[in-house]
């Protein structure tokens, strides 16, 4: 499970590592090194109507469109890979393609201790060869029928721990933004790689 990340870095450095265009209102980033569900966190994903790749922040827990308030009664911070395709609060985001990045430049787990095990150690965790940690995600637009306040989440998808990373626990799926999330090949920089459709079973045959 991933529950809390951070990320400091400033819009032009994220923007220059996700090939952000330049043109329109830049999100404003604060830098926040305790980054929990419900807060915002730094999207990247391709807008469906201009089909240009944009970075926004948006609720991290993903609120499904047919939620009748923004308010889940259970956890849709973290999708699990295995069944990502099946369950109803992530099924239609999913086979729409709404596949996004999750910014940020490392997340956190924690190690019970030995003697007691309320007892709990955090430790904070990113890649060594890169700034950013950017991870696997879905993403959906909620829209509140009475107001019409519209609301964008998102998830962050998760799979098996790493064997580096079992003894803490870790389970977040990581994708290097040069490539699609969760794409079975290497996509070049130069195409948004979220423009590539991935299928249930090449997904799943990855983990």
Not at 98 to 120: A, I, S
């Amino acid at each position: 499970m991933c529950g809390r990340v951070h990320l400091a870095a400033p819009f032009a450095d994220i923007a220059i590592a996700m090939d952000i265009l330049a043109g329109g209102a830049a999100p404003n980033i604060e830098a926040d090194y305790n980054i929990a569900p419900t807060k915002r966190v730094v999207v990247v994903y391709l807008d469906p109507v201009t089909r240009r790749r944009v970075m926004e922040k948006m609720v991290w827990g993903l609120i499904p469109r047919w939620a009748k308030e923004p308010r889940m009664a259970y956890p849709t911070f973290n999708a699990k890979a295995e069944t990502v395709d099946t369950l109803a609060s992530f099924r239609a985001p999913w086979r729409e393609g709404k596949r996004c990045l999750v910014v940020t430049e490392g997340f956190y787990e924690w190690k019970k201790g030995k003697k007691n095990p309320k007892n709990k150690q955090p430790y904070a965790i990113a890649r060594a060869k890169s700034k950013f940690t950017v991870m696997a995600g879905l993403w959906e637009r909620w829209r509140d029928a009475i107001s019409g306040e519209v609301i964008h989440s998102c998830t962050v998808i998760t799979t098996a721990a790493s064997r580096d990373a079992f003894k803490l626990a870790v389970t977040c799926c990581f994708a290097n933004h040069s490539a699609a999330p969760a794409m079975p090949t290497p996509t070049p920089v130069a195409k948004p790689p979220i423009r590539v459709p991935v299928s249930t079973q090449s997904f799943h045959s990855m983990l």
